[in-house]
């Protein structure tokens, strides 16, 4: 069975939800992230800290999403349903996940492989504005 925290982990990092934003679609996204960690039994602290945010930013986000899912908001529905597709609700948390530590060394992890990821992106966008000025130079 998969791991719920490292999914969580690599979509958080992928799509840049660490960062600070106010763009409904991707608020909504972390709300329902948020959710879905709280009704696994993670705690605020531990959802914040895989957030780059405060704890009372989790609790706020949980009470927003479930009032929005109360109300049926259609775009709440639209700017969540990829990560509803992903079944994400059927995978289990580690049971070693409880312990600090472990949360602490899963997210170093998968920060330096977000981190390694974005400088290869940097150098190859480098590495071919260096082989376009040469180019240029040789016609």
């Keep these: 069975?998969?791991?719920l925290i490292k999914e969580v982990i690599e979509i958080v990092y992928?799509?840049?939800?660490?960062?600070?934003?106010?763009?409904?679609?991707?608020?909504h996204k972390k709300f329902y992230l948020y959710?879905?960690?709280?009704s696994k039994g993670v705690k605020y602290e531990h959802i914040a800290k895989l957030f780059n945010t405060h704890?009372?930013?989790v609790?706020?986000?949980?009470?927003?999403?479930?009032?929005l899912k109360s109300i049926n908001d259609k775009i709440l529905e639209e700017d969540i349903f990829e990560y509803v597709q992903m079944n994400l609700e059927e995978l289990q948390?580690?049971?070693?996940?409880?312990k600090d530590e472990f949360i602490k060394e899963k997210m170093q992890y998968y920060s330096m492989?977000?981190?390694?990821?974005?400088?290869?992106?940097?150098i190859?966008?480098?590495?071919?504005?260096?082989?376009?000025?040469?180019y240029k130079e040789l016609k």
């Design 55 to 57: 704890h009372a930013s």
């Design 59 to 67: 609790i706020h986000g949980i009470k927003q999403y479930n009032h």
């Design 1 to 3: 069975m998969e791991d």
């Design 124 to 134: 190859d966008s480098m590495v071919r504005k260096y082989e376009n000025k040469l």
């Design 14 to 27: 992928e799509n840049e939800l660490n960062v600070a934003n106010r763009k409904r679609e991707i608020v």
């Design 35 to 38: 959710n879905l960690l709280r």
């Design 93 to 98: 948390l580690e049971k070693e996940y409880i």
């Design 113 to 122: 492989k977000y981190d390694l990821k974005l400088m290869k992106k940097m």
